[in-house]
């Protein structure tokens, strides 16, 4: 009985040494493949610093109390196909998941708002304080074409389009009062501790899309040090949305690591 067991097991880790083995091969061989045929692969994680922000700053907004960009986490993988073993330009793709978001509180006169009070939705102007949050989980998907500076550095630009996972922009208005329907009509103040919260979560635009500029550092054989900026070219808001009059754009910097096949 304990010779059976002893032959199984020496069988058990025959099969295993051997499956490993030809693991170890098949991913080899990809890499030679990919090699001959200038591919190169990433997988990479980082951070985006960044925010919505109106081009230019409108004059409803008076004064930036506070901005706090969160922790905004995006992974990611590039794949690289290069035009020729000596070629310094290809193109890559970078698909991704990410967040985007800050928590602002600004000073603003007559700003567009549609706040809550007694369960009820009441529109109009708003001049005061009022707190944001905004968060959005995204897939990315950058289109680039790459130029290679040197065999450590490299540089690309081109096109991405985001699709929204989950939303988030609320927040709440303090220390003010809105006017309703325009800025000439009735008066609601807030005062002391008085709050009243708003939602427009419902009314973030689903398809994102704007530009995106990269450069990327071989500090090791497989580590790189990433980082590039997003600049989104489309509101985040529906074009139906008029509560807010002006639009918000995404522009975020992302700074991270990859390890590099």
Known sequence: MKNKFIYISLFVISLMTTNNASAQSNTTWGLIWSEMHNFEYEINASINIGGSSPMPI???IRKINSY????????????T??????????MAISPRLEVKGMDTEA?????GMSIIQDGAIVSGYWTGLVNTKYRQSLFTFPVLGVYKLSPRCRISFGPYFSVAMANDFSGSVYEGY????????????????????????????????????GFSWRAFKHLNVDAHLDWGLSNIFHSSFK????DLYPIYLSVGFGYAF
Do not use: Q
Not at 71 to 79: E, R
Not at 243 to 246: A, G, I, L, M
């Open 81 to 90: 196909k290069f035009f020729g073993t000596n070629s310094p330009w290809g």
């Open 58 to 60: 409108p004059g409803e």
């Open 243 to 246: 509560t807010v009059n002006f």
């Open 178 to 213: 809105l006017r309703e329907t325009d800025p000439t009509g009735d008066k609601i103040t807030f005062e002391g501790d008085d709050k009243a919260a708003y939602d427009f979560s419902d009314n973030l635009r689903m398809i994102h899309w704007g530009v995106e500029a």
């Open 107 to 111: 000073e603003v006169k007559n700003y």
């Open 68 to 79: 706090k960009p969160g922790l905004n986490l995006s992974i990611g993988a590039v794949i």
